[in-house]
């Protein structure tokens, strides 16, 4: 075989493999919240996320702060927009509030 027919052939197995991918963690996905997604609102704390991609500006984005139950839950706001004290929406599965994402992410 020649190399231009085995770029076509990895390239449809990548194709394949990447929808596959997709479908698959969508519907994985999509059972976290279980059957009655909470929303709350959360509010943001002094802990930074560091996003990796961006070895020279260092860009950052604060985790958030909710409680359920007594018991204190932190998420990632993915929003570099938003500062300590502002507050954001947040879902998180009823039986595992562990399990949780902001609302309207912006990045």
Same mark, same amino acid.
């Given at each position: 075989? *020649?190399?231009?027919?085995?770029? &076509?052939?990895?390239?449809?197995?990548a194709?394949?493999? @990447?929808?596959? /991918? #997709?479908?698959?963690? %969508?519907?994985?996905? +999509?059972?976290?919240?279980? !059957?009655? =997604?909470?929303?709350? *609102?959360?509010?943001?704390? +002094?802990? *930074?996320?560091?996003?990796?991609?961006?070895?020279?500006?260092?860009?950052?984005? &604060?985790?958030?702060?909710? /409680?359920?139950?007594?018991k204190? @839950?932190?998420?990632?706001?993915?929003?570099?927009?938003? %500062?300590?004290? !502002?507050?954001?929406?947040?879902?998180?599965? #009823? *039986? &595992? =509030?562990?399990?949780? #994402?902001?609302?309207h =992410? #912006? !990045?």
């Amino acid at each position: 075989m *020649k190399a231009r027919d085995w770029f &076509y052939i990895i390239l449809a197995i990548a194709l394949v493999g @990447y929808f596959i /991918t #997709k479908v698959a963690l %969508n519907s994985f996905t +999509d059972n976290f919240w279980g !059957d009655d =997604p909470q929303i709350v *609102k959360a509010v943001l704390i +002094d802990e *930074k996320n560091f996003m990796g991609n961006q070895p020279i500006s260092h860009g950052f984005s &604060y985790s958030y702060s909710f /409680t359920v139950n007594g018991k204190q @839950y932190t998420g990632n706001a993915h929003d570099h927009n938003l %500062n300590i004290g !502002d507050s954001v929406e947040a879902v998180y599965n #009823k *039986k &595992y =509030p562990a399990i949780n #994402k902001p609302l309207h =992410p #912006k !990045d």
